[in-house]
Structures are given as structure tokens and as C-alpha cells.
């Protein structure tokens, strides 16, 4: 069970987007749409931004989005803003033995 | 609303059996389809799936740790426990528990508890 590979870094200016990728294979990402995002602010817990590929928790703004195609699962935060600055974590759910498994984490940077 | 608190010492010698409890609060630990998962992160590196376990007592485990974990459950204390056995410098970091209801979906998540292992 490898952990999915996420891009070290992402940034972008304030009110620009950015899009983050998340690499798995067919037993994780590409086979099932238990794909989630978190959100972690430094010394914070983690915080659910995206599940089952594309939908939002209530309270999470509509400018996350998630998707999926193949072995691949991206996020994307447009319109982006100084509170957004944060590492950013997938996770998919890996059939085999019922596991899950977290992406290496990318660091977004506001501009 | 559900809330998660870790608990445990701080301080581990090698060798010995890490212990870490998580109290919910806000709901019955037993109810609806939750189920209660243990996630750590090592000082300035990624996140890392322990394990978890269903209302039920049924558990999974993330195979590189298997042989020396342990989840489980106390229904009458609404409380879910860790035990890692054998401990080494490399099993030091922020723990957190976490829950969910859908798999790899954790809605709810504790403040995370930094656990050292030295002599």
C-alpha cells in the first residue's frame, strides 16, 4: 500500500486557481469514488474538503472542487484567497482489505 | 455536534507499548454506521492511515503496522483506544482520531496529540 503521490507544491495569486493532482492506481483512486481532500492549516488538525470525488461538505465554499479521470483524482480552489494557504491531503479508500490510504501532501502557497 | 479528544502520555521509551484513547463527545460512539479511525503524522511530513474500527469491533489495519496495533472499542465510555507495541523513534508523532460513516471519508477529527518515543 503506497501512499498516492501529490505535487510537493502549488501556487498561485490571490483570486487566481489552482490545481492539485493526486496519483493512484487502479486499486485505490481509479477504482473506486471514495476519493476525499483535507485541508491542513499548520499546527491544525485536518479538515474535510471534498469527498466521494466531487462532493462538498456543508460549510466548504463552492470554490473547491474535486474530480477524477483514470488513476488520477485533482483538486481544484479557484478564486483564490490568503486563507487558502495551507497543505492540502487526498485520500482514497483501497478495496483491498478494506483500507484507506493519504496522498504525500502538497503545500499551496498564496501569492 | 461530534466532538474527538485524544488522550495518553506524551512520552514513550522504545520498546515499550504506545496507549492513546479518543473520547467522543456529542453522540453515542455506537451509533448510526460510524466508524472510528486512528491516522499520525510524523513532524513535518505527511499523513499516515493506522487503522480503524466499526461500531461493530471489526477492524482494519494499514498492513506496514498490522503485526503491532491494536484498535478497539468501549461502548460504556464512548471510547476508542490505540496500542502500538514496540515502539521505535520512528513511530514519533502528532496521533489523531478521527471518524467517519462513508470509508476514507473522516468527517470528524480530534486536535491530534504529539507522542514521543525516547529514553
Known amino acids: 500500500q503506497s501512499a498516492l503521490t501529490q505535487p510537493p507544491s502549488a501556487s498561485g495569486s490571490p483570486g487566481q486557481s489552482v490545481t492539485i493532482s493526486c496519483t493512484g492506481t487502479?486499486?485505490?483512486?481509479?477504482?473506486?469514488?471514495?476519493v476525499s481532500w483535507y485541508q491542513q492549516h499548520p499546527g491544525k488538525a485536518p479538515k474535510l474538503m471534498i469527498y466521494?470525488?466531487?462532493k462538498r461538505p456543508s460549510g466548504v465554499p463552492d470554490r473547491f472542487s474535486g474530480s477524477k479521470s483514470g488513476n488520477t483524482a485533482s483538486l481544484t480552489v479557484s478564486g483564490l484567497q490568503a486563507e487558502d494557504e495551507a497543505d492540502y491531503y487526498c485520500?482514497?479508500?483501497?478495496?483491498?482489505?478494506?483500507?484507506?490510504?493519504f496522498g504525500t501532501g502538497t503545500k499551496v502557497t498564496v501569492l | 455536534q461530534v466532538q474527538l479528544q485524544e488522550s495518553g502520555p506524551g512520552l514513550v521509551k522504545p520498546s515499550q507499548t504506545l496507549s492513546l484513547t479518543c473520547t467522543v463527545s456529542?453522540?453515542?460512539?455506537?451509533?448510526?454506521?460510524?466508524?472510528w479511525s486512528w491516522i499520525r503524522q510524523p513532524a513535518g511530513k505527511g499523513l499516515e492511515w493506522i487503522g480503524r474500527?466499526?461500531?461493530?469491533?471489526?477492524?482494519n489495519y494499514n498492513p506496514s503496522l498490522k503485526s503491532r496495533v491494536t484498535i478497539s472499542v468501549d461502548t460504556s465510555k464512548n471510547q476508542f483506544s490505540l496500542k502500538l507495541s514496540s515502539v521505535t523513534a520512528a513511530d514519533t508523532a502528532v496521533y489523531y482520531c478521527?471518524?467517519?460513516?462513508?470509508?476514507?471519508?473522516?468527517?470528524?477529527w480530534g486536535q491530534g496529540t504529539l507522542v514521543t518515543v525516547s529514553s
Open positions: 478521527a471518524g467517519g460513516v462513508v470509508v476514507a471519508e473522516l468527517d470528524y
Open positions: 487502479s486499486s485505490d483512486v481509479g477504482g473506486y469514488n471514495y
Open positions: 456529542g453522540g453515542s460512539i455506537s451509533s448510526g454506521s460510524y466508524y
Open positions: 485520500s482514497s479508500y483501497a478495496g483491498s482489505n478494506n483500507l484507506e490510504v
Open positions: 466521494e470525488v466531487s
Open positions: 474500527i466499526y461500531t461493530s469491533g471489526s477492524t
